[in-house]
């Protein structure tokens, strides 16, 4: 069993750290940038910004800020000021005290919400039982499959968020780092996901299932596929984050995903 401390959670928050930039920098590499989208690093502190989603706070975001780094923060929060987008805050417990939440506060950001992030060895997820079948994504019509998906199953409503998250997709789906998956029920489409590899760690990326599928075991057979293919290429960590309490985490936690722990989201 993987016991958190203070090493592996900086180790878990590092990773979706760095999942989120390669993510920003993926659409930053699509002709034209059409998102605007840019990765700046202040010290530890890293600024994700993507103004061509106007002040959505979903790809806006600070992360690694903690005690001692409060000059780094200030440039971190001025750059995506200066971008004409919201601040987000990602604070890990492991990385705050006291002086750090008040700062926050004074900078203009209040807790406006929490997340959980879990993790496991790729050898702790169950094998999945049931009726889904999952196989990579390869194709183009697969990939737009997938785009299409993605805006579905969050429930993003509007032209901007499903254009922005169908070319998530697209950015994404061809990246060596990145490996895209749709699991079939009845021999149908029910479901996709994406697993990101870096430095021995597999992450858990964006996944979904449609509406009449839900229930029948898509999301475990996905889970199961990526952390068997983790575990392949070498992986010794698995890591995703989810709503606290929602249908994800109880997923995750019944495949063999541990809290590592909760971290708290500020914002303007």
């Known amino acids: 069993m993987i016991v958190t401390d203070a090493l592996l959670a900086q180790r878990v928050e590092q990773a979706e750290a760095n999942d989120w930039a390669a993510f920003v920098e993926a659409l930053a590499a699509m002709p034209g940038n059409p998102y605007g989208a840019d990765v700046r690093r202040f010290g530890e502190v890293m ?17 690694m800020a903690g005690p001692g780094e409060e000059a780094p923060l200030d440039e971190a929060i001025a750059f995506l000021r200066a971008k004409g987008v ?11 005290n006291a002086k750090f939440l008040q700062g926050l506060s004074e900078r203009g950001l209040r807790l406006t919400g929490f997340q959980q992030a ?17 196989r990579p994504a390869e194709t183009k ?6 785009a299409w998906l993605n805006p579905l199953v969050f429930d ?16 994404t789906a061809h990246h ?13 489409r029910a479901a996709g996901a994406q697993l990101r590899i870096d430095g021995g760690v597999g992450s858990l990326w964006m996944a979904g ?25 070498g992986c010794d960590l698995l890591v995703t984050q989810t709503d606290v309490g929602s249908i994800s985490q109880c997923n995750m936690e019944r495949a063999g995903f541990r809290i590592a722990y909760t971290k708290a989201v500020f914002q303007e």
């Open 118 to 134: 879990l993790c496991c060895a790729p050898g702790a997820v169950r094998p999945a039982a049931g009726a889904a079948h999952v």
């Open 209 to 233: 299932t449609l509406p009449q599928y839900r229930g029948r075991g898509a999301q475990t057979a996905l889970i199961a596929r990526r952390a068997a293919d983790a575990r392949a290429a």
């Open 156 to 171: 993003l409503r509007g032209p901007d968020w499903e254009r922005w998250m169908g070319d998530e997709m697209r950015a």
């Open 86 to 96: 919201s601040v987000r805050v990602d604070v890990s417990p492991f990385a705050q």
């Open 176 to 188: 060596s780092q990145w490996r895209s998956y749709i699991a079939y029920i009845d021999g149908e």
């Open 47 to 63: 600024a994700l910004a993507v103004p061509g989603m106007g002040r959505r706070r979903l790809p806006n975001r600070i992360m």
């Open 141 to 146: 019509e697969e990939i737009e499959w997938l």
